[in-house]
């Protein structure tokens, strides 16, 4: 299946603040995506990688990454949520690992958004994260005029927090535009193109996540040898 790519500009208090690019890829039970987000101006030069893989049906997520990269180097977050051995570990480098046990199926910030676009006009309460429950409140229909033409969208606000996710009425309801409160102001992300693309870059371990199994060696059998 193709991957969906949509773009984002981003904007601080009315001042342009970078770029986004989220893609999302379904392959039977299993969605990937990752998100893209290059800021500058307002909010300081930095990019922003995170990558998901979560149930493409019940939304819970099987593993989580966010990258960060600065100026003055780079972060890594990572975490793996284990249903089957009952816990989930948080790494930030090779010597900083915990771990929890796992008592909920947990979303990562990726995907929510996944789920949000599903709602179709319903609210959801107690969506567990790791540290919190999410509540995502369902307030209305709107029209907005985008970078697409006019469109209608589903408003949703999220508690706690006070975002507000935009998604299309039509599918494939698409996240029209996001706005997310910070301590200073709003950042929002405003939809600017939809295309596809034939791959998705995911975990390194993906490939066999995938169905790629290896080609299984038989023992070679020894030919005997004549005797004179």
Same mark, same amino acid.
């Given at each position: 299946?193709?991957?969906?790519?949509? %773009?984002?500009?981003?904007?601080?208090?009315?001042?342009?603040?970078?770029?986004?690019?989220?893609?999302?890829?379904?392959?039977?039970?299993?969605?990937?995506?990752?998100? !893209?987000?290059?800021?500058?101006? +307002?909010?300081?030069?930095?990019? $922003?990688?995170?990558? %998901? =893989? %979560?149930?493409?049906?019940?939304?819970?997520?099987?593993?989580?990454?966010?990258?960060?990269?600065?100026?003055?180097? &780079?972060?890594?977050?990572?975490?793996?949520? /284990?249903?089957?051995?009952?816990?989930? &570990?948080?790494?930030?480098?090779?010597?900083?690992?915990?771990?929890? +046990? @796992?008592?909920?199926? @947990?979303? *990562?910030?990726?995907?929510?958004?996944?789920?949000?676009?599903?709602?179709?006009?319903?609210?959801?309460?107690?969506?567990?994260?790791?540290? !919190?429950?999410?509540? $995502?409140?369902?307030?209305?229909?709107? /029209?907005?005029?985008?970078?697409?033409?006019? &469109? =209608?969208?589903?408003?949703?606000?999220?508690?706690?927090?006070?975002?507000?996710? @935009?998604? *299309?009425?039509?599918?494939?309801?698409?996240?029209? !535009?996001?706005?997310?409160?910070?301590? /200073?102001?709003?950042? /929002? %992300?405003?939809? $600017?193109?939809?295309?596809?693309?034939?791959?998705?870059?995911?975990?390194? *371990?993906?490939?066999?996540?995938?169905?790629?199994?290896?080609?299984?060696?038989?023992?070679?059998?020894?030919?005997?040898?004549? =005797?004179?």
């Amino acid at each position: 299946m193709s991957v969906e790519v949509v %773009s984002y500009r981003l904007s601080y208090r009315g001042r342009p603040a970078g770029t986004q690019v989220i893609k999302t890829e379904v392959a039977g039970k299993v969605r990937r995506m990752e998100a !893209k987000a290059a800021f500058q101006g +307002p909010l300081g030069n930095a990019t $922003v990688v995170q990558r %998901s =893989r %979560s149930s493409a049906q019940h939304h819970h997520s099987i593993r989580f990454s966010e990258e960060t990269q600065e100026r003055d180097g &780079k972060r890594v977050f990572d975490v793996q949520f /284990d249903a089957a051995a009952g816990l989930v &570990k948080a790494t930030t480098g090779p010597k900083d690992v915990a771990t929890v +046990p @796992y008592i909920r199926p @947990y979303r *990562d910030p990726l995907s929510l958004l996944g789920q949000v676009r599903a709602l179709a006009g319903e609210s959801v309460h107690g969506v567990a994260m790791l540290g !919190k429950d999410v509540a $995502v409140q369902f307030v209305g229909e709107i /029209d907005l005029n985008t970078a697409l033409g006019d &469109k =209608r969208a589903w408003a949703y606000v999220m508690h706690p927090g006070g975002s507000v996710v @935009y998604v *299309d009425t039509q599918a494939p309801h698409a996240i029209l !535009k996001l706005t997310q409160r910070l301590a /200073d102001g709003h950042l /929002d %992300s405003l939809i $600017v193109s939809i295309a596809s693309e034939p791959s998705l870059e995911g975990f390194a *371990d993906d490939a066999g996540k995938r169905g790629q199994q290896p080609r299984r060696r038989g023992r070679r059998r020894q030919r005997r040898r004549k =005797r004179a």
